[in-house]
C-alpha cells in the first residue's frame, strides 16, 4: 500500500498561487488544522490505550479470582479499571477525539475546496478566498470552543484545558 489518500494523512493540499499560499490566513489555517489533527491523534490513542488496558484488567480480574491469587492481585487490577475509567471521564478522551477529527475533517474539506477554486472560493480575488477562509477558520474554533465548554460543564467542570 504505497501511498497514503489525501483524506487519510495529516497533510493539507497547498495552493498553487503564491499569493495564497504565502498569505497569513493560510498559515493559521494550516497551523489550526495541525493542531485539531494533532488533537484528536492524541485524543483517539489515549482513549484506545485505556480501552484496551482496562478491557485486559477487567479479564484478568476473573482469571485471577479463578486461579485463587491472593486478594491484593485482584483488587489492584479492579482499582486499576477504576483509575483508567476514571480519567476517561476526567479528561474526556473519546469526545474529544471525535470533536477534533470532526473539526479537522471540516477543515480538510474546506482546504480542498479552496485550493480547487471551489464555492465559496471560486472568486478571482484572493482577497475574497482567503476572507472566506478566514470565516471558516474562526467558526471552527468558535464552535469547538463551545462544544469543549460545553463538556465541560455536564461533566461538572471536571477534565483537562488550556
Do not use: C, K
Not at 504505497?2 to 494550516?30: C, F, H, I, Q
Not at 479492579?78 to 480519567?87: R, T
Not at 471551489?118 to 475574497?128: F, H, K, L
Not at 474554533?141 to 465548554?149: D, F, K, M, N, T
Amino acid at each position: 500500500m504505497g501511498t497514503n489518500p489525501g483524506w487519510m494523512s495529516d497533510e493539507l493540499p497547498d495552493p498553487a498561487d503564491p499569493e495564497l499560499s504565502g498569505s497569513a490566513v493560510w498559515a493559521a489555517y494550516r497551523d489550526q488544522f495541525a493542531s485539531y489533527s494533532s488533537g484528536a491523534t492524541t485524543n483517539r490513542l489515549s482513549y484506545q490505550v485505556a480501552r484496551i488496558v482496562s478491557l485486559a484488567a477487567a479479564a484478568a480480574v476473573t482469571v485471577s479470582a479463578g486461579l485463587s491469587a491472593t486478594a491484593w492481585v485482584t483488587a489492584s487490577l479492579g482499582a486499576l479499571i477504576v483509575v483508567l475509567e476514571g480519567l476517561q471521564q476526567l479528561f474526556q478522551w473519546h469526545e474529544n477525539w471525535i470533536a477534533y477529527r470532526t473539526a479537522t475533517e471540516t477543515m480538510r474539506q474546506h482546504a480542498i475546496d479552496f485550493v480547487a477554486g471551489v464555492a465559496p472560493y471560486d472568486s478571482a480575488e484572493a482577497r475574497d478566498r482567503l476572507a472566506h477562509l478566514a470565516v471558516l477558520r474562526r467558526d471552527v474554533a468558535l464552535r469547538e470552543s463551545g462544544v469543549w465548554a460545553g463538556r465541560m460543564r455536564s461533566a461538572g467542570g471536571r477534565g483537562g484545558g488550556a
